[in-house]
C-alpha cells in the first residue's frame, strides 16, 4: 500500500527558504515519477514541480528559480526547496506518485496523472 508523508510545512518569512520533504512507502519508488503540488482554499491543486526517473525536472512558470525539486532514491525521500518565499506561496503543499509505471522522460504537472497522494503540508507566513 503507497503511503506518502509530507512535512517541513511551517511558518516562513516572507523572502524566506523552507524545505518541505516526503516520505514515501510501500512501491518501489524509483519506478515512478513524482511530483509537488499546491492547494489554496477554494481553488484547484496546481502542479509545482515533478521529476521523472532519469532525473529530469519540470516547473510551473510561476516558480521556476525559486523552487528546487529533488529526491534521495535511497531513502525514497522526495524534497521540494523553496526560496525567496512570496505571499502566493503560502498554501498547503502535497507530493504525489504518478500513475504510471515508468513515466518517462518529462513528467508532467498535471494533478490527473497522479494517482497517490499524501495528507499535505502547510507553508505559512506573512506577505
Known amino acids: 500500500q503507497v503511503h506518502l508523508v509530507e512535512s517541513g510545512g511551517g511558518s516562513v518569512q516572507a523572502g524566506g527558504s523552507l524545505r518541505l520533504s516526503c516520505a514515501a512507502a510501500?512501491?518501489?519508488?524509483?519506478?515512478?515519477?513524482m511530483g509537488w503540488f499546491r492547494q489554496a482554499p477554494g481553488k484547484e491543486r496546481g502542479g509545482v514541480a515533478s521529476?521523472?526517473?532519469?532525473?529530469?525536472?519540470n516547473y510551473a512558470d510561476s516558480v521556476k528559480g525559486r523552487l528546487t525539486i529533488s529526491e534521495d532514491s535511497a531513502v525514497n525521500t522526495l524534497s521540494l526547496k523553496m526560496n525567496s518565499r512570496k505571499p502566493e506561496d503560502a498554501i498547503m503543499y502535497y507530493c504525489?506518485?504518478?500513475?504510471?509505471?515508468?513515466?518517462?522522460?518529462?513528467?508532467?504537472?498535471?494533478?490527473?496523472?497522479?494517482?497517490?497522494w499524501g495528507e499535505g503540508t502547510q507553508v505559512t507566513g506573512s506577505s
Open positions: 504525489a506518485v504518478h500513475k504510471i509505471w515508468y513515466c518517462g522522460r518529462g513528467a508532467s504537472l498535471l494533478s490527473t496523472d497522479f494517482r497517490h
Open positions: 510501500g512501491y518501489r519508488y524509483s519506478s515512478y515519477c
Open positions: 521529476i521523472d526517473t532519469y532525473g529530469g525536472t
